[in-house]
Nanobody
Framework: QVRLVESGGGEVQPGGSLRLSCAAS????????MGWFRQAPGKEREGVVV????????VRAEAVKGRFAISRDNPNKMLHLQMRNLKPEDTAMYYC???????????????????WGQGIQVTVSS
C-alpha cells in the first residue's frame, strides 16, 4: 500500500522560506512521478513542482519559477520542496502526490496522479 506523509509546513512571513518533506512508502522509488500540488481556499488544486524520481528535469508552475525547487533522497524515499521568497499568494494546503508511471502527459495536472498525501498547511502572512 502506497503511503505519502507530508511534514514541514507552518506559518512564515512574506519573503521567508520553508522546506516541505514527503516520506513515501510502498512504492519503488525511482520509477515514479512525484511532486507537490497546492490548493488555496476557494480555488482548484494546482501543480507546483513535479519530477520523475528516476531522473530528469523538474516541471514547475510559472508562479513558482525561481523560488521553489525539489530535491530527491532516493535511498530514504523522501521528496523535499524548498520554498524561498514566499508570498501571501503561496498560502495553501500543500499535497505530495505520486504516480507509478515513467511518463505522464500533463505532469502538473492532478488527474494524472493516483496517490496523495493528506496535505499540510502553509501560511504566508505578516
Amino acid at each position: 500500500q502506497v503511503r505519502l506523509v507530508e511534514s514541514g509546513g507552518g506559518e512564515v512571513q512574506p519573503g521567508g522560506s520553508l522546506r516541505l518533506s514527503c516520506a513515501a512508502s510502498g512504492l519503488p522509488f525511482g520509477t515514479y512521478y512525484m511532486g507537490w500540488f497546492r490548493q488555496a481556499p476557494g480555488k482548484e488544486r494546482e501543480g507546483v513542482v513535479v519530477v520523475y524520481t528516476g531522473g530528469g528535469s523538474e516541471v514547475r508552475a510559472e508562479a513558482v519559477k525561481g523560488r521553489f525547487a525539489i530535491s530527491r533522497d532516493n535511498p530514504n524515499k523522501m521528496l523535499h520542496l524548498q520554498m524561498r521568497n514566499l508570498k501571501p499568494e503561496d498560502t495553501a494546503m500543500y499535497y505530495c502526490a505520486a504516480e507509478q508511471r515513467n511518463w505522464v502527459q500533463e505532469p502538473l495536472m492532478d488527474y494524472e496522479y493516483t496517490h496523495w498525501g493528506q496535505g499540510i498547511q502553509v501560511t504566508v502572512s505578516s
